[in-house]
């Protein structure tokens, strides 16, 4: 256990989409009976810890992976936790975007009707604002984009950074510090069902 707080990232269970490497923002696709299977053992993992909050996107696939793992009394919806607007390619593949767009990353191209890393940014900015405030641990259900950004902006890094965070569905991280400095202490723990 660590001597300071710890904030317990956690990306939903598998939908359709993800399993397809569809990029999912704000479209709000249901999990899938894996997912929901991977999102009870969730809780399993996460055992007997206790946390002061635990907020969750409200899109289905966090929130129901944040009830599936045992958090439905508690959780709370954090809009600030909503996965990375997509805009036009909300719903594709990167490899046929980049049909259109040669070396298109969601990290480095403008997403049309989307939003920008920068807003990203500033979502994730403001849970870590919040989370500094807290005393005790924090649990964040949320999706991949936004939970790699997050913890970018937690080391202090530009949001860019966020695209050296590889985070697959049903999985745990963990930020926390090393002494003073905010550090990953665990990242991208799967859970497989």
């Keep these: 256990m660590a001597d300071r707080p710890e904030v317990i990232l956690v990306r939903h269970g598998e939908t359709e989409w993800s399993r397809t490497g569809r990029h999912t923002g704000n479209s709000d696709i249901p999990l899938t009976d894996k997912g929901r299977e991977q999102a009870r053992l969730l809780g399993h993992m996460l055992g007997e810890r206790r946390f ?51 070396g298109w990353t969601i990290w480095s191209h403008p997403v049309p009707g989307g939003e920008t890393a920068d807003a990203v940014g500033r979502r994730a900015d403001r849970v870590i ?53 905010p550090v990953i202490r665990l990242w991208n723990q799967r859970c497989d069902a």
């Design 52 to 102: 002061v909050r635990v907020l969750t996107s409200p899109l289905q696939r966090a929130a129901e992976t944040s009830h599936l793992a045992g958090f439905a009394e508690v959780a709370e919806e954090w809009p600030d936790l909503r996965e990375w607007d997509y805009g036009v390619y909300d719903g594709r593949t990167t490899a046929d975007i980049r049909e259109e767009i040669a």
């Design 129 to 181: 604002d919040l989370l500094r405030g807290v005393d005790g641990d924090v649990a964040l259900f949320a999706h991949g984009h936004i939970l790699r950004v997050l913890a970018a902006r937690w080391c202090g890094l530009d949001t860019a950074y966020g695209r050296l965070f590889a985070l697959d569905t049903t999985t745990l991280s963990v930020l926390g510090h090393e002494r003073e400095t």
